[in-house]
């Protein structure tokens, strides 16, 4: 069963109940992330995240942890291109206190200035890992020479110089414009009773000011860019980004067979082309990365220096294969029971349900419908996986991106 409810302010309630369960995830979703940052606010999104557990005005930063794991119960946050979410999970006995841990640190946090200064430290290192850890850099590097250095290109850590530079007033305004009822979905999901849901959200929320949020349209503007990163590294890490549907487009669910049959699973192309004939890659895949505004699909793959330009070779020979249009029954099938079984999957996880409840609510305004999205996927046919095709892969805003031992941007 599923109950929605918008408290008087405006902030909404999204309520999923698995009584099979002994646990619940509750959420706490924010309709704002690294996209709609203005230069000066470059990682701001993030930081805040962090200092959020930095202690509010009754708990200190180890209260808020030690008082979570005196009850069992697990507490996190993650910030995203377009969505911060703060959340935790515990079992169904205690709910009611993991949630009001939850919001304390979510409306009280204190934004202490010795606080701040410490977790300056700890998200450079984190940006300097990051640095360090090549397929992530390849992929940041990659949205950079898609889509620019503003909305979806935006690095989520931000700068070295911002997050040095970030003062608790940046922090305020950031939040009074961007954290606001309108933006901001509580969704809980697992064993939990509806009625206490609402009290703990009424209680916790309802105070919440009324306030208008400022735009968060994302313009977008593609670059069509190849970029490089020189390191001394063993592999070269390759990235390769395509035009692609949008979230709600008519053929995203079509686009999404379709590149699980590039490169989405063990058996997709790219795997089996690669990897297990050729031998050049131990990774190597696709995804399709959608928002509200645009889209793109992705191919990754990590590569011997000496096999760099065979190994692209043999990624654009799959690419090229597909826009052939020349994909089997079989394949068609084995990709739309890969799309059902993973919505299946996700349906036994808390935590993906909450997530799945929680963004829909924010992305479409409406409440997801898993029969209706089997249904969809369903319905898909192989000629509109064919019509997918002439929706990806258009080369004339191909942005690709590399890191390792490599001199040249990718030119094929």
């Known amino acids: 069963m599923v109950h929605c409810k918008q408290l008087k302010n405006g902030?909404?309630?999204?309520?999923?109940?698995?009584?099979?369960?002994?646990?619940?995830?509750?959420?706490?979703?924010?309709?704002?992330?690294?996209?709609?940052?203005?230069?000066?606010?470059?990682?701001?999104?993030?930081?805040?995240?962090?200092?959020?557990?930095?202690g509010t005005k009754k708990r200190s930063a180890f209260a808020i942890s030690d008082e979570m794991d005196r009850i069992?119960?697990?507490?996190?946050?993650?910030?995203?291109?377009?969505?911060?979410?703060?959340?935790a999970k515990s079992t169904t006995a205690h709910a009611a206190e993991a949630f009001e841990i939850l919001s304390d640190l979510f409306l009280n946090s204190t934004f202490a200035e010795d606080e701040m200064k410490r977790e300056k430290g700890v998200i450079v290192e984190e940006i300097n890992m990051n640095d360090d850890t090549p397929d992530d850099y390849c992929l940041d590097l990659l949205a950079r020479a898609y889509y620019g250095d503003v909305g979806y290109g935006r690095n989520i850590l931000g700068t070295r110089k911002n997050v040095k530079g970030f003062t608790k007033a940046d922090i305020n305004e950031y939040i009074a414009k961007r954290y606001t009822p309108e933006n901001i979905v509580i969704s809980m999901a697992g064993n939990i009773d509806v009625a206490l849901a609402e009290k703990l959200a009424e209680e916790y929320f309802s105070q919440v000011p009324v306030t208008k949020s400022d735009d968060r349209s994302v313009t977008v503007n593609l670059m069509k860019q190849s970029l490089v990163k020189k390191k001394d590294i063993e592999q070269i890490h390759l990235g390769i980004a395509f035009p692609s549907v949008k979230r709600y487009d008519r053929l995203f669910d079509a686009t999404q067979i379709m590149n699980s049959v590039l490169g989405g699973s063990m058996s997709s192309r790219l795997f089996q082309k690669v990897r297990e004939e050729l031998g050049l890659a131990y990774t190597v895949y696709s995804y399709v990365s959608p928002y509200t505004e645009t889209g793109s699909l992705v191919v990754y793959a990590g590569v011997n220096a000496e096999n760099y330009m065979q190994s692209a070779n043999a990624i654009f020979d799959c690419i090229r294969d597909i826009k052939k249009k020349n994909i089997s029954q079989e394949e068609f099938l084995r990709g739309k029971e890969q799309m059902t079984a993973s919505l299946v999957f996700a349906q036994e996880s808390t935590s993906s349900q909450m997530l799945l409840y929680g963004k829909e609510l924010i992305y479409s305004g409406k409440v997801y419908d898993f029969e209706e999205r089997v249904k969809k996927i369903a319905a898909v046919t192989l000629d509109n996986v064919k019509e997918a095709i002439e929706c990806n892969f258009d080369e004339t805003f191909l942005a690709t991106a590399a890191v390792g031992k490599v001199d040249k941007p990718l030119k094929i």
């Open 11 to 54: 902030i909404r309630l999204i309520v999923k109940q698995m009584p099979g369960l002994m646990s619940v995830t509750m959420g706490i979703l924010v309709h704002t992330g690294a996209s709609v940052e203005s230069e000066s606010e470059d990682g701001i999104s993030h930081f805040i995240e962090h200092m959020m557990f930095k």
């Open 72 to 87: 069992g119960a697990q507490v996190n946050a993650f910030t995203s291109k377009d969505i911060t979410c703060y959340y």
